[in-house]
């Protein structure tokens, strides 16, 4: 499904600026940190870009969730019950927690400028996740 103010982007690879930033913002993670550095350089490739207009809902609190993002540029505002939680610059992941622990989503997420995201979805992400969980289990 598309978010409304979705722009776009044809991008077969990311340049290395962008790269250098996703994982950045993975190994910050309090989550992904502990990833090995296989899994953060697959989910880099597994990302795609996309561009949000200023005002944009990029999350909404309750949703089930199914994107995992890394904001590139711009910033965006993290709400809950119509109360500000924090402001997220760029560099930063977000929207991981429904992924993770296959809640809903937590917050709302909002774009205070145009904004540039990476995203990889829920399917991408754990099958990441499994598959290097299965070849280390298959060494042992
Ligand atoms: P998720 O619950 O998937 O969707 C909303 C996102 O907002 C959440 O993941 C986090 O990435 C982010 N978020 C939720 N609560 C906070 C908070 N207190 N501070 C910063 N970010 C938050």
């Given at each position: 499904t598309k978010l409304s103010g979705e722009i776009n982007i044809v991008a077969l690879c990311s340049p290395q600026r962008s790269r250098e930033l996703i994982q950045r913002a993975l190994l910050e993670n309090d989550f992904m940190k502990h990833l090995e550095m296989s899994q953060i350089l697959t989910i880099m490739d597994?990302?795609?870009?996309?561009?949000?207009?200023?005002?944009?809902?990029?999350?909404?609190?309750?949703?089930?969730?199914?994107?995992?993002?890394?904001?590139?540029?711009?910033r965006v505002e993290v709400t809950k019950d119509g109360k500000k939680l924090c402001t997220i610059e760029p560099g930063k992941v977000f929207g991981e927690l429904a992924i993770l622990y296959n809640c809903t989503r937590t917050a709302t997420v909002t774009a205070l400028t145009d904004i540039k995201l990476w995203a990889i979805d829920r399917q991408g992400f754990q099958t990441i996740m499994m598959r290097t969980g299965l070849i280390r289990h298959s060494q042992y």
């Amino acid at each position: 499904t598309k978010l409304s103010g979705e722009i776009n982007i044809v991008a077969l690879c990311s340049p290395q600026r962008s790269r250098e930033l996703i994982q950045r913002a993975l190994l910050e993670n309090d989550f992904m940190k502990h990833l090995e550095m296989s899994q953060i350089l697959t989910i880099m490739d597994c990302m795609h870009p996309t561009m949000l207009v200023q005002g944009c809902c990029v999350i909404e609190e309750g949703d089930d969730g199914s994107l995992v993002y890394v904001l590139e540029e711009g910033r965006v505002e993290v709400t809950k019950d119509g109360k500000k939680l924090c402001t997220i610059e760029p560099g930063k992941v977000f929207g991981e927690l429904a992924i993770l622990y296959n809640c809903t989503r937590t917050a709302t997420v909002t774009a205070l400028t145009d904004i540039k995201l990476w995203a990889i979805d829920r399917q991408g992400f754990q099958t990441i996740m499994m598959r290097t969980g299965l070849i280390r289990h298959s060494q042992y």
